[in-house]
């Protein structure tokens, strides 16, 4: 990840993977790409994390969706948020139908669109132009999770997540998933671990599912998982929400779906939400499920004691530094486009000197030539 000839495949300088766990592409000159393989054996769990694509690494990042056999990508930020850009346009849309990623051999199709007011579900073809070989590839995109934030309720994340599971994209039977935010740590490192955690609830007794402990596992694999309190908290609230399904609770989804209101049109083409300040008693008005006051207090004190222990007062500073990368990145991409058009411009009026040279000279060989005819007469 360090290496020079990697420096512009990296959108963070201070997110890279571990060369132990890192994604390896095949059969190409240079097998570097920003994404780790997280495992999870007890749960039989496969996550690919990785960054949001830069414009150079669209063509790897679908290199390494066909390689690792995977069925769905999950995309938890939006291509642009709060002016800044996030990741690359690399998945084909209803303007652009199809997209041709020459440098690894491969296109794009879109073949549907299904569109809910925080999500939208994607079905993509992708073809191996070299093989002729193509695949039907998932893509949900979670339009509305802001960054460093948090979704708007654990209702409406674990509707969206039980619908990615209900693909059957996250089962051991396919590939691992894609999953990726725009540094591939915080939401994406929030979307692996509850769905990790309902998982294990499911496979054994759910009291005994050490949240904290599946975390630094996980962390083994892709460092910094979960940036923020918020993120940490809301991962345990969602998790306690979704322990109602497991624990007999049939009717639950069907309200998680009511409480997200993912029928309703969405919101105009704008910046997620500024990161809201978490309640933990209750979301969209609906209790998580505890039975009293005393046992509430109880898991605050808990979680608070948890967040301190895992986030180690370090976030400030991740916050600030992952602001200025951004700034960096797009200061340094207005001065690029800047330099493209002084370039141009400057194409241009070399062109216009040649021309102007040109007929210049030609009008003194003109003026010569009847010169030495006059002469001659």
């Given at each position: ?217 996980m962390r083994k694999y892709r460092m910094g998982l979960i940036q923020t309190p918020d993120q940490l908290r809301f991962s345990y609230m969602a998790v306690i929400e979704g322990a109602k399904f497991i624990m007999g609770d049939s009717t639950i989804q069907k309200r998680w779906k009511e ?24 979301y969209n008005g609906n209790s998580i499920g505890l039975e009293n006051k005393d046992q509430m207090e109880k898991i605050n004190t808990d979680l608070a004691t948890k967040v301190q222990d895992i986030t180690d007062g370090n976030i400030e ?61």
């Amino acid at each position: 990840a360090k290496y020079p000839e990697n420096r512009n495949r990296n959108r963070y300088r201070d997110v890279s993977p571990y060369d132990h766990s890192r994604v390896k592409l095949q059969n190409t000159e240079n097998d570097y790409i920003n994404a780790s393989l997280v495992v999870i054996e007890e749960a039989q769990r496969y996550y690919i994390l990785t960054q949001g694509p830069l414009p150079n690494t669209c063509c790897h990042f679908w290199l390494m969706v066909w390689q690792q056999q995977t069925k769905a990508v999950v995309m938890l930020n939006r291509t642009v948020e709060k002016e800044s850009v996030k990741c690359a346009q690399y998945w084909p849309t209803k303007e652009e139908e199809v997209m041709t990623f020459s440098e690894t051999g491969f296109r794009v199709r879109l073949v549907s669109e299904d569109v809910k007011s925080y999500y939208t579900v994607h079905l993509l073809q992708l073809e191996n132009i070299n093989s002729g070989e193509s695949r039907m590839i998932f893509h949900f995109h979670y339009t509305t999770w802001p960054d460093f934030g948090v979704p708007e309720s654990p209702a409406s994340f674990l509707n969206f997540l039980f619908k990615v599971r209900e693909s059957g994209s996250l089962s051991p039977e396919h590939g691992p998933a894609v999953v990726h935010c725009s540094a591939g740590i915080g939401r994406s490192g929030t979307f692996s671990l509850v769905d990790t955690c309902l998982v294990l609830m499911e496979k054994k007794d759910p009291f005994s599912v050490d949240i904290k402990k599946v975390l630094l596992d996980m962390r083994k694999y892709r460092m910094g998982l979960i940036q923020t309190p918020d993120q940490l908290r809301f991962s345990y609230m969602a998790v306690i929400e979704g322990a109602k399904f497991i624990m007999g609770d049939s009717t639950i989804q069907k309200r998680w779906k009511e409480l997200s209101k993912e029928d309703q049109s969405p919101s105009s083409e704008q910046s997620p939400p500024h990161p809201t300040k978490i309640t933990t008693e209750k979301y969209n008005g609906n209790s998580i499920g505890l039975e009293n006051k005393d046992q509430m207090e109880k898991i605050n004190t808990d979680l608070a004691t948890k967040v301190q222990d895992i986030t180690d007062g370090n976030i400030e500073s991740t916050v600030r530094k992952r602001l200025r990368e951004d700034r960096k990145a797009n200061t340094a991409q207005k001065l690029q486009q800047m330099k493209q058009k002084l370039n141009e411009t400057e194409r241009k009026r070399k062109r216009i000197n040649i021309f102007y040279n040109c007929i210049f000279n030609l009008f003194v060989v003109h003026c010569t030539f009847k010169s030495s005819v006059c002469t001659n007469f």
